[in-house]
């Protein structure tokens, strides 16, 4: 503002009150203090998890680069999943380890098979496929297809080799593809590669216990039960098929505890904190917008608007100005002039003599004041020093 | 239904292959390797005379050659000598064609065989020519090894026909480096302000064009009787 207020009766602003009397710029914050603010609002706790290097210092083409490089590199490194290496694969489309058909299992000393395999191999395979995507894992099964094996991993068979380009399947009365027929030994062993491949396309994560990091979680498919039942129970068995099959016994109870635990369902209600939640929530998002977390990037931004909204409270309904008043303060001086009026504003159109003389006699300080806008007319016309000015 | 065995069936896939065996050489002596024009044009008798079992079925087994450049070639691939490198080596040698006879579905281990071959004898380019696609692990296996050998993969089908051969295909001319820098003097231009031309583009694939090369595409032009364009090839 150039105009000086009176010292006597400053100025009665209808513009928005602001803490500070406007004095001068020495009021406002300092960029230090600007700083510290915008810490203030990024972390509540108000220290600071990330140290990075000050960038506001560089030109402007050099710290946007900078930006950009740091953007991706953590894009690259949170974001994009290394490709499972080819090692993996071939070891994966050589398995399982124990071909030889009189190998027995070391628990059940059954045979070992697709539905009974080995507990290493298996252990192997669900340590390796865990960080397989959906698209990785088919690519398994096409390169065991290629050397003619079947596709479920654990499965020692060979592939089955129908001729012609369609078949109809007789137990339900459909039509398949040979070609994806062909993928496997047999349907058990498809239902069993496909349930794997069905936790991967729906990954629910668990905490590793060697290594604590999250991994998907992969299970084989149970295998239906083949027990030699009692008469009793083939009784039973008869009346419900469903419900015995359902039923649980305690040291299966005890697993689903252990896995319950496990499974890392407790992202969430880690967070009580509602503000520290929508905090991760905007920063998921921004994330996603590819803005990457939200701290970093802001403190990136270096010179970048920290926008705060602020609700002005509402005290009752909106009001017209009200010209009444002003009005009448200025009939006080001049009241010729109240039928010029305009909702509490004299347009400056037009002349009038004893306004000239009294711009004459102010002197130099009205032609400065005059020099400025609309809005400090308001204010001078309010305070009673409206001048003509043409 | 077809069969195999049938005689018909076998010299259909006969003549395919010989048909895709010309190919390959015109390919081949294209780029600029030492063929004799007999090896290049040779007839369907003598193919079958050549590279058939007795029965008449194909003997893939058989058919691989492998090619030098030329002088020509050589000094084309060749980097202009510089003070820190004052005798540069050819980026180019002999190469190795081959076709697959597996005739199932080709994975990583066939693909492996072939890479450690051309390695093994010190080829610098191998092209590997297969009845059936890739599983997209062996593609991969191509792209890991292409620093230290140039593995290139065509399906036969694809080389039926020669498509340097078609009247809407005009000429394409590889440019050495020597070329390439005096086309960006003369025109002022960066590297990026040229016209592009992918990798995967079927004549960028029939002369093996690498990212980073820039090739002179010459048209018939009604007005100007011929028009050079420039492309490098991303």
């Known amino acids: ?390 | 239904m077809e069969d195999d065995s049938s005689p018909t069936s076998a010299s259909k896939e006969v003549s395919r292959l010989w048909r895709a065996w010309r190919t390959v050489h015109e390919m081949v002596q294209d780029r600029g390797y030492e063929l004799a024009e007999d090896e290049v044009k040779i007839s369907l008798e003598r193919f079958k005379a050549e590279y058939t079992n007795e029965d008449g079925t194909p003997n893939r087994a058989k058919l691989q050659f492998s090619a030098r450049p030329s002088e020509a070639m050589i000094k084309k691939f060749t980097a202009p000598p510089t003070p820190s490198n004052p005798n540069p080596v050819p980026e180019c040698g002999t190469i190795w064609v081959e076709f697959c006879t597996e005739k199932g579905s080709i994975g990583v281990s066939v693909m492996k065989k072939f890479v450690t071959h051309c390695s093994d004898n010190k080829f610098k380019a191998g092209i590997f020519i297969t009845a059936v696609p890739l599983s997209a692990q062996a593609r991969k296996v191509m792209s890991v090894t292409s620093q230290y050998t140039q593995v290139e993969c065509f399906l036969e089908e694809d080389l039926l026909v020669n498509i340097t051969h078609h009247e809407l295909v005009p000429k394409h001319v590889l440019l050495s480096k020597e070329e390439k820098a005096a086309l960006l003097k003369r025109y002022r231009l960066k590297e990026t302000q040229l016209p592009r031309i992918l990798s995967k583009d079927p004549i960028a694939r029939y002369l093996g064009l690498k990212r980073g090369q820039v090739v002179k595409i010459i048209r018939v032009s009604e007005t100007a009787g011929r028009y050079a364009s420039y492309r490098l090839c991303v």
Not at chain 1, 137 to 152: D, K, P, S
Request: glycine share 6%; hydrophobic share 30%; aromatic share 4%.
């Open chain 1, 1 to 390: 503002m150039s105009s000086t207020p009176p010292v006597s009766k400053p100025p009665k602003s209808i513009l928005k009150k602001t803490t500070h009397p406007t004095t001068g710029f020495s009021q406002l914050p300092s960029p230090t203090e600007q700083q510290q603010q915008q810490r203030d609002l990024i972390s509540p706790g108000g220290s600071l998890p990330i140290s990075f290097p000050d960038l506001s210092s560089l030109p402007t083409e050099q710290r946007l680069a900078h930006e950009q490089a740091l953007l991706l590199q953590r894009l690259s490194q949170t974001e994009l999943k290394p490709a499972i290496p080819l090692e993996t694969i071939e070891l994966l489309s050589s398995f399982p380890t124990q071909r030889t058909p009189p190998a027995l299992h070391p628990l059940n000393h059954q045979p070992l098979s697709a539905a009974n395999p080995h507990p290493d191999d298996a252990h192997q395979f669900l340590k390796l496929v865990a960080d397989f995507t959906p698209r990785e894992y088919l690519e398994l099964i096409e390169e065991r297809n290629c050397l003619g094996a079947c596709g479920y991993v654990l499965c020692p068979r060979k592939r089955r080799q129908y001729e012609g380009e369609y078949k109809i399947i007789m137990r339900t009365g459909n039509i398949a593809k040979t070609e994806d027929l062909n993928k496997w030994c047999s349907d058990a062993c498809a239902v069993r590669a496909l349930y794997v491949k069905v936790q991967l396309d729906n990954p629910s994560y668990m905490t590793d216990l060697e290594t604590g990091k999250r991994v998907v979680k992969v299970e084989l498919r149970e295998e239906e039960k083949k027990k030699k039942l009692s008469g009793e129970e083939e009784e039973k068995k008869a009346k419900d098929k469903d419900k015995t099959t359902m039923s649980i016994t305690k040291a299966e109870e005890d697993k689903v505890a252990a896995d319950l635990a496990r499974l890392d369902l407790n992202r969430k209600a880690e967070i009580s904190d509602k503000a520290a939640q929508m905090q991760r929530d905007a920063d998921a998002l921004a994330v996603e917008r590819g803005q990457g977390g939200g701290k970093l990037d802001r403190l990136l931004a270096g010179q970048g608007v920290e926008v705060t909204i602020r609700e002005k409270p509402t005290t009752g309904p909106a009001k017209a100005p009200d010209h009444t008043k002003a009005s009448f303060t200025s009939r006080k001086k001049n009241p010729q002039d109240a039928h010029r009026m305009v909702e509490g504003h004299k347009p400056r159109f037009g002349t009038d003599i004893k306004s000239q003389e009294a711009a004459k006699k102010d002197g130099s300080e009205s032609e400065s004041e005059d020099t400025d806008e609309d809005d400090d007319d308001i204010n001078d016309y309010l305070s009673g020093r409206m001048q003509i000015s043409m």
